[in-house]
DNA sequence: TCGATACGCAACAGACTCGTTTCGCAATGC
DNA sequence: GCATTGCGAAACGAGTCTGTTGCGTATCGA
């Protein structure tokens, strides 16, 4: 983060502290802008500064470059996926992909995508922390619950795990953002990918 | 398509025809400059004319505005994927997969995945070719792949064909573009994927 | 040869963005 | 009170891009 921390015990610098208001208004207005579609390239410092109210000065004098504010505008973004508790794999992967589903459509969440999916060799930064807020996350829940199916004896012991995750994960990106672009999501479209993925996924022993 | 047809019977305009060397060259450099990770938005007339070798006024008499250019540009891109013609469907689906991995290292689908990835809502048009162009014909593919499948009996009937598609393709992408963004894509990769797909929509009867 | 059109090149005005600086005012500590 | 720092606003010079125009040259049909 940029903003200086006046912990225990520091001497806090003298004259007038920086506004937390100001702070949170310029990186409201990056994430506004960046959910609205623009890209991180055209993203513009003025842009930012007439949105949020705020003056050119005071966001240069906080981040030196475009890319800072907008790494320090990701770290703001909690990912409050908790882990689905489901009583099955297929419980629990419908439930994680209902709540992507819904999570799409939210303005936060797109914005993260618009970062995301900005050339990765010319932001690296960008794209390294959008694995670390967004990507990574995510993908330990699927670990976590393939995981829990392997030791429960639901799943199949030899079980290609990274490629179930991508199978899943992939699936459900795929479907939203290329075949159905605009559309409202298919309501039942989680169902029918964990349906199709789990007849490869579950032991054969089991059932079915 | 912008240029003018001289086609049987037509009267030839007077006056010195339009250069096709010009022409290539315009939409060559358009093409580049997309696959060198350059955004539509971002992309200048200038700089197309700089690289294309080219006076501006050669591109505004042809094009009116910067969306019509690149949509002609990406009607020059085919698609040469063949209907891979494997003796099974694992066989087919592996090929592929391996061709698309081999396709996502060139810098001409690089240059596809950027137009694409441009946000739809604010390129429409590009948005609609790039089904056209670059998705549906891949699509089609995988489509024509798993129908065969179902007819010869060695996949389920009641498969959900589409969703199977995007388990195939989503997958594959998934892994290449988030999961390995710089890496070298793991060789194995297509077989991994089709392997653990397949082992669900395989019919039980057959075999394994 | 002549008119018509296209070519590459250069220049233009207008708009936008950048990063910096200056201004007058506000808020804080000493 | 006074120094120090932050604030919003405005302006700056430099750069880029746009879409248009003028220039001299090249290439076509008649």
């Known amino acids: 983060m940029s903003m200086q921390q006046t912990a225990e015990g520091m001497t806090r610098p003298a004259g007038r502290p920086r506004s937390e208001k100001a702070e949170k208004a310029i990186i409201d207005a990056t994430l506004d802008l960046l959910g609205e579609g623009i890209g991180v390239s055209e993203l513009s410092i003025e842009a930012i500064a007439a949105r949020a109210g705020v003056g050119k000065t005071t966001i240069y004098r906080r981040w030196s470059n475009k890319e800072d504010l907008v790494v320090d ?17 297929r419980e629990s992967l419908v439930t994680y992909l209902k709540v992507i589903a819904e999570e799409s459509r939210h303005q936060r969440t797109r914005c993260i995508m618009n970062i995301a999916l900005s050339d990765p060799d010319r932001h690296p930064r960008l794209a390294e922390r959008f694995r670390e807020v967004a990507l990574e996350p995510r993908r330990e829940i699927v670990r976590a619950i393939l995981a829990k199916g392997i030791e429960t004896g639901e799943l199949r012991g030899d079980l290609d795990v990274d490629i179930a995750m991508a199978i899943i994960s992939g699936a459900m990106m795929w479907q939203t953002k290329w075949v159905w672009p605009g559309e409202a999501t298919e309501a039942r479209l989680p169902e029918r990918i964990v349906e199709e993925a789990l007849k490869g996924f579950r032991q054969r022993a089991a059932e079915n």
Request: avoid cysteine; charged fraction near 5%.
């Open 73 to 89: 505008a990701m770290a703001t973004l909690k990912p409050p996926i908790p882990l689905p508790q489901g009583a099955s794999v």
